[in-house]
């Protein structure tokens, strides 16, 4: 039995399909919306290591980005702090490079650079994700290993591609009952209150059991795009040295059938517009 059986109480992971970049131009970003299943599709060739650290910071060096800081544990419950830094600044200095007085990403919505977004993929990105319209974004990722990103969900569309290092995603279906929801009140009501799915207490939240029975188990490597759809509820663990991702995270009419994600959704803008916090606002070009 594998470390990531025993990590699932031996459940296993359900299997997910894999497209080639022909069969996902074939099918288009709609029709795989439609789907509503997670998909990881082969859209870039497997690049070499450091190829898009060099090519991001050629292209993006210069760019002011946002700068999120968290303490140092995974489970930590406390906001992250903001600010704004040259890109080039996480790639060469400290404490970016060892985060030793916590741990730091750039999560940047980068939506106003397109041309470089489209060079740097090497295809016309605004033609197969529509991520200029009012609030979708394309969000630029950068963080060392070891990052967690606990379990949530999202009420997008997401397609991130991997560039750099390598990412696990372990991906539940929509629902809110089997994932003992945190309270709305403090703005996370899309996180999980059970802080791991991988070791979960299932003492403490059995029917997380029920959620888990039907996860995948997706590592991301370097020029592979996972679609997850809105409402899919994901873990996320960086796996090796720097991570780099970009996603585009997309408004689908789809929402408007589902009437708890739209709440959460409208309860979310309004929350953070309120109490001032940051909310993926575009970067200046
Ligand atoms: O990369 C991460 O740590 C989080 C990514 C994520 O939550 C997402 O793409 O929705």
New binding site residues.
């Given amino acids: 039995m594998s470390d990531t059986d025993t990590a699932y109480f031996g459940i296993k992971s359900v299997p997910y399909p894999r497209l080639s970049l022909d069969e996902f131009l074939a099918w288009g970003p709609e029709a795989v919306i439609r789907a509503d299943t997670p998909a990881v599709i082969d859209i870039l060739p497997s690049p070499d290591p450091g190829h898009y650290r060099t090519a991001v910071l050629e292209k993006l060096g210069d760019a002011t980005v946002t700068l999120v800081r968290k303490d140092r544990t995974k489970e930590n419950e406390t906001r992250a702090e903001v600010s704004k830094i040259p890109l080039r600044e996480f790639f060469e200095k400290e404490p970016y490079t060892s985060n030793t007085d916590g741990t730091y990403?750039v999560?940047s919505n980068i939506k106003h650079h397109a041309e470089t977004i489209s060079a740097l993929l090497g295809f016309d990105t605004t033609r197969m994700f529509d991520y200029r319209a009012p609030l979708n974004s394309a969000?630029l990722?950068v963080?060392y290993g070891g990052?967690?990103?606990r379990n949530?969900f999202?009420d997008?569309e997401?397609f991130?591609i991997q560039l750099e290092g390598r990412?696990r995603?372990v991906v539940m279906p929509p629902g809110f009952r089997n994932y003992y929801v945190r309270s709305p009140l403090h703005g996370y009501a899309n996180t999980s209150r059970s802080v791991r799915v991988d070791h979960a207490d299932l003492g403490r939240y059995p029917r997380l059991a029920a959620a888990l029975a039907r996860r995948r188990d997706i590592v991301l490597e370097p020029g592979q795009m996972?679609y997850?759809p809105m409402g899919w509820w994901?873990q996320?663990?960086?796996m090796d040295g720097l991570?780099i991702?970009l996603?585009f995270?997309l408004y689908h009419p789809k929402m408007l059938r589902r009437p708890l994600m739209l709440a959460d959704s409208l309860y979310k803008v309004a929350f953070r517009k309120l109490n001032g916090l940051y909310n993926l606002q575009p970067e200046k070009p």
Wanted: proline share 0%.
């Fill in positions: 990403r999560v969000n990722w963080n990052m967690r990103s949530h999202d997008l997401n991130n990412k995603f996972l997850l994901h996320v663990d960086a991570n991702n996603n995270w």
